[in-house]
Structure formats: C-alpha cells, structure tokens
C-alpha cells in the first residue's frame, strides 16, 4: 500500500522523472520502508501518505495524490517537527512543489549537491528548520 502511495505521490509530483526511472525507483523505495529507523502513517480509514524519519531528518514524506493539499503532508511534517524534533529534509531541486512545501513550513537552503543519492544528476537541495516559532 504505502510503495502505491510512493507511486502516485511521486508521478504527480516528481514530474522530470521519466516513468521508466520511477519503476527503476521502487526496489530502493520497498527497501527504505523496510529499514527506515521510524515510519509514520497518516490514516482516515486507510493510509493517506507516510513520513519515514532517522535520526533528526525526514528520509520519506509522501502523500496520495489523490488527497493532495488536503493538509497531510502538514499534519505529518509539523508532528515530526513537534514530536520528534525534525531539523532536516532533502528535496529535489526540481520538485518545486515539495521546495515550497518545506520552505512554508519554516525550512531553508543549508547546502545543494548536484546528484541523488543513487548518483543519478537530480540535484538534491539540503534544507534545514531552525529552532523558531511553530507554523
């Protein structure tokens, strides 16, 4: 269920990906979910999308498409900044969506890298939230 979440979130969101390269994706994705330190759900008689946290930082946040600014994504950012203290998210730089998601949310630029984490030239910008007044 949640790789199906992934799935969708990612095709309306990651849209300078190629459909073979998220299929490409999802043996990493299945294996994130099965080894991520802490795995959060947010349900409404079914799961509506899911943040993956290590340490301080969001590893996963994903959302059904199909429930999109609806406010889940919020719900579930400003609980792990609340609850678990999250000061870190890496986002892709051309997802502009999820950028300004984060950035409304209070997190800024700290750092860019050129490429993903499996190497691919996706740049990858570095975000952290500093310890200031809750949004």
Same mark, same amino acid.
């Given at each position: 269920m949640? *790789?199906n979440?992934?799935?969708?979130?990612?095709?309306a969101?990651?849209? $300078?990906?190629?459909?073979?390269?998220?299929?490409?994706? &999802?043996?990493?994705?299945?294996?994130? #979910?099965?080894?991520i330190?802490q *795995?959060y @759900?947010?349900?409404?008689?079914? =799961? /509506? @999308?899911?943040?993956?946290?290590e340490?301080? +930082?969001?590893?996963?946040? $994903?959302v059904?498409?199909? !429930?999109? @600014?609806?406010?889940?994504g919020?719900k /579930?950012l #400003?609980?792990?900044? &609340? %609850?678990? +203290? =999250?000061?870190? !998210?890496?986002?892709?730089?051309?997802? %502009?969506?999820?950028?300004?998601?984060? %950035?409304?949310l209070?997190?800024?630029?700290?750092?860019?890298?050129?490429?993903?984490?499996?190497?691919?030239p996706?740049?990858? #910008?570095? /975000?952290?939230?500093?310890?200031?007044?809750?949004n």
């Amino acid at each position: 269920m949640m *790789l199906n979440i992934w799935e969708r979130s990612v095709t309306a969101t990651h849209i $300078f990906l190629a459909k073979k390269e998220i299929e490409a994706l &999802k043996p990493e994705v299945l294996n994130a #979910l099965q080894t991520i330190d802490q *795995l959060y @759900g947010y349900y409404d008689d079914e =799961i /509506l @999308g899911f943040m993956g946290v290590e340490g301080e +930082k969001i590893e996963l946040l $994903f959302v059904d498409a199909k !429930v999109r @600014g609806q406010g889940v994504g919020k719900k /579930l950012l #400003l609980y792990g900044i &609340k %609850q678990l +203290k =999250i000061k870190y !998210v890496d986002v892709n730089e051309e997802n %502009q969506q999820g950028f300004g998601f984060y %950035q409304h949310l209070g997190f800024e630029i700290m750092g860019r890298s050129e490429f993903d984490e499996q190497g691919k030239p996706f740049p990858i #910008l570095q /975000l952290k939230r500093e310890a200031h007044g809750e949004n």
